[in-house]
């Protein structure tokens, strides 16, 4: 069953960025846990998950499990290995939106979901997505509307070191991160060898 898509936003109908503005005032509404409700806007169809309840940096809003694992990515799942994508349970955390200026993080070593910083009731809950997303299945143009947006999101790989700096990010991702790291000083320095190796290389002249 493909979602519904909006003419204004790149993405299908959940997770879509766009949604943030149009949540906030035309949505009903359902309460999914004592903490948070499930919004949708009644325009856009589109979903976000919003505290009910108050949290500071650092509390655990709640514990997380799969309902399915997949060997590739979907606008759904949360990577959590190289060819391994979960389907979140409960399924409403699936409903949870990007931003450049996350305040959640989904914490895969602990199967936890961690306040980054301070929450009040109607904050909607958002994480970077590529905390967890090494290459995103569905990349999309980003309207959150952070002074630190990035515009175009698709996924840790598509980042520099500087975007990615003082960020929250799992294991996995700063594994990838090491290796592209690693990978680069190899083939930067294989560079170097050849043309020291070269004809004429060296440079002396
Ligand atoms: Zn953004």
Not at 44 to 68: M, W, Y
């Amino acid at each position: 069953m493909a979602p519904a898509v909006d003419a204004d936003c790149e993405r299908p109908a959940v997770h879509c960025p766009a949604t943030y503005r149009a949540l906030a005032d035309n949505f009903s509404s359902k309460t999914v846990s004592p903490w948070c409700e499930h919004r949708k806007c009644l325009t856009t169809g589109h979903n976000g998950i919003f505290a009910t309840t108050s949290f500071a940096a650092g509390d655990v809003l709640c514990k997380f499990g799969h309902s399915a694992i997949y060997e590739q990515p979907t606008y759904q799942t949360l990577q959590v290995g190289a060819s391994k994508h979960i389907l979140l349970s409960p399924e409403w955390l699936e409903n949870t939106n990007h931003s450049c200026d996350p305040n959640v993080f989904f914490n895969t070593e602990a199967s936890a979901l961690l306040a980054l910083r301070a929450i009040a009731p109607g904050d909607e809950l958002c994480f970077f997505y590529p905390s967890t997303e090494w290459a995103m299945g569905e990349p999309f143009a980003c309207r959150c509307g952070a002074a630190t947006c990035l515009g175009h999101v698709a996924g840790a790989s598509a980042l520099t070191p500087q975007q990615l700096e003082g960020r929250r990010l799992t294991p996995y991702i700063q594994q990838r991160l090491a290796e592209a790291a690693a990978a680069k000083a190899a083939t930067a320095e294989a560079a170097k060898a050849a043309e020291a190796a070269a004809p004429g290389g060296g440079g002396s002249g």
